[in-house]
């Protein structure tokens, strides 16, 4: 069974703080994602990595940054946070090729006030 | 600027009867779709694909049928059951994953 694990599910934290999210996946997955989900707008691509230390810019990079120095850790950074990144945080992971599914975390949900 | 749209944000069906769930899309590049089943304070699950070099793929009570011409896909769920009632997510990809708005489904016993 493919398991995604993230490390919070719910996180408070002030704006401008530096907030660190961690996902893990356990099947050996080359590709990993991290998405936003805000109500009315869906999963919104974040970044995504191919291979260790490798990352692509999705749809909303904008005030974020990531990193994945192994294959099964990719964790997203906002530097300085703010009060319009208050949402759901999805990690996902998958085989390469965009036939194949790909496998989500549970979310965290990241409030900033 | 949103490449798969889902204009239904909720529907509503009776335990037996038909689910039927839209997504349009843009982009006629698109080679696999999918549609993810979310509940609640859970990450979404995968549910069915469908190539696009194919029309119809079915597993078990759910059906997806694509429409190229008209660029929509659509989902069928036969019978709805009360547990069928969460957000349900299509996608489609060509280099990454694009996801639609989402769909809240309610199945009423």
């Known amino acids: 069974d493919v398991k995604v694990t993230q490390s919070s599910r719910y996180l408070v934290k002030r704006t401008g703080e530096k907030v660190f999210l961690e996902c893990v996946q356990d099947?050996?997955?080359?590709?990993m994602f991290w998405y936003r989900q805000d109500p009315g707008l869906g999963l919104r691509l974040i970044y995504f990595s191919y291979d260790v230390k490798m990352k692509e810019k999705g749809d909303i990079p904008e005030g974020y940054s990531v990193s994945r120095e192994k294959k099964e850790r990719f964790s997203l950074i906002l530097e300085s946070a703010s009060t319009n990144q208050t949402s759901m945080y999805l990690c996902?992971?998958?085989?390469?090729?965009?036939?194949?599914?790909?496998?989500f975390g549970p979310g965290t949900r990241l409030t900033v006030t | 600027d949103q490449q798969v749209k889902q204009n239904s944000p909720s529907l509503s069906v009776q335990e037996g009867r038909i689910s039927i769930l839209n997504c349009d899309y843009t982009n006629s590049m698109f080679d696999y779709f999918l549609w993810y089943k979310k509940y609640p304070a859970e990450g979404p699950t995968f549910l069915i694909s469908?190539?696009?070099?194919?029309d119809k793929n079915e597993d078990g009570r759910f059906t997806v049928f694509l429409n190229k011409s008209a660029k929509h896909l659509s989902l069928h769920i036969v019978p709805s059951q009360p547990g069928d009632s969460a957000v349900y997510f299509c996608?489609?990809?060509?280099?990454?994953?694009?996801f639609g708005t989402g769909t809240s489904l309610t199945v009423i016993p």
């Open positions: 099947m050996d997955h080359e590709n």
């Open positions: 996608a489609a990809t060509l280099n990454q994953f694009y």
């Open positions: 469908i190539s696009s070099i194919k």
């Open positions: 996902a992971s998958s085989f390469p090729g965009t036939s194949n599914e790909q496998y």
